[in-house]
T-cell receptor, first 114, second 111 residues
Framework: EAQVTQNPRYLITVTGKKLTVTCSQN?????MSWYRQDPGLGLRQIYY???????DKGDVPEGYKVSRKEKRNFPLILESPSPNQTSLYFC?????????????FGNGTRLTVT | TQLLEQSPQFLSIQEGENLTVYCNSS?????LQWYRQEPGEGPVLLVT?????EVKKLKRLTFQFGDARKDSSLHITAAQPGDTGLYLC???????????FGSGTKLNVKP
C-alpha cells in the first residue's frame, strides 16, 4: 500500500532533549517536506527536499534540522526542543514539486515539549 | 499573516444545507489544491485546479479557481454528516518548491 509513515505518533519530551521524528515513503517520490500544524495557523512548511542530498528551508525552519541521505527517508531533528515547538507535525511527499502532483501526507506526530 | 485566507473558519450546518468555503489571496498561484483532513489523520487531496476560471466537480462538491488565479471556492450541495472535517486550500508558488496553506475551515454537518 502506497503510504507515508511517520514515527512516533505521539511524543512527550522535556526542553533540550534531542529528538528525531522519522518519515518514510514507499512511492519513490523525489519531493518530501515537513509541516507543522497549529490552531488558527494552518500548515506551515518547515523544510523541504527536492531529491537526495538536496534540502532547503521553508517558512519556519528555526530550531529544526533535516537530512535526505536516501530517497525514501526524510527525518526531522530537533536538537534542543523548546515548548514553542509543541505542535502537530506532518511529513508529506510527491512525485515532483510541480502542478498536478498532489502531496501525500503521513498521519502526523503530536509533539509536546514541557 | 497568512498568504491564503480561508473563510469562514468554522461552519456548523444541518444535513441537507448548501455551503461555500472561500480561499483568497493577493498572490498568484500556479495551481491550487483542496484537501480534507479528519481528526488523527493527515490531509487528503480532493482536487487540483490549474487554469484560471476552471470549475471541477466531485459528486456534490464544486471547486472553482478564480480567473486571476488568486482565489478559489468550494461549494458543497446538500451537505451530509460524512462531509464533516477540516477543509484546507493550498496554493503552489511558481517556483514549484512551496505550498502555502490556508488556516482551514472546520465544517460540522449535523444529522
Amino acid at each position: 500500500e502506497a503510504q507515508v509513515t511517520q514515527n512516533p505518533r505521539y511524543l512527550i519530551t522535556v526542553t533540550g532533549k534531542k529528538l528525531t521524528v522519522t518519515c518514510s515513503q514507499n512511492m519513490n517520490h523525489e519531493y518530501m517536506s515537513w509541516y507543522r500544524q497549529d490552531p488558527g495557523l494552518g500548515l506551515r512548511q518547515i523544510y523541504y527536499s527536492m531529491n537526495v542530498e538536496v534540502t532547503d528551508k521553508g517558512d519556519v525552519p528555526e530550531g529544526y534540522k533535516v537530512s535526505r541521505k536516501e530517497k525514501r527517508n526524510f527525518p526531522l531533528i530537533l536538537e534542543s526542543p523548546s515548548p514553542n515547538q509543541t505542535s502537530l507535525y506532518f511529513c508529506a511527499s510527491s512525485f515532483q514539486s510541480s502542478y498536478n502532483s498532489p502531496l501525500h501526507f503521513g498521519n502526523g506526530t503530536r509533539l509536546t515539549v514541557t | 499573516t497568512q498568504l491564503l485566507e480561508q473563510s469562514p473558519q468554522f461552519l456548523s450546518i444541518q444535513e441537507g444545507e448548501n455551503l461555500t468555503v472561500y480561499c483568497n489571496s493577493s498572490s498568484v498561484f500556479s495551481s491550487l489544491q483542496w484537501y480534507r483532513q479528519e481528526p488523527g489523520e493527515g490531509p487528503v487531496l480532493l482536487v487540483t485546479v490549474v487554469t484560471g476560471g476552471e470549475v471541477k466537480k466531485l459528486k456534490r462538491l464544486t471547486f472553482q479557481f478564480g480567473d486571476a488565479r488568486k482565489d478559489s471556492s468550494l461549494h458543497i450541495t446538500a451537505a451530509q454528516p460524512g462531509d464533516t472535517g477540516l477543509y484546507l486550500c493550498a496554493g503552489e508558488g511558481y517556483n514549484f518548491n512551496k505550498f502555502y496553506f490556508g488556516s482551514g475551515t472546520k465544517l460540522n454537518v449535523k444529522p
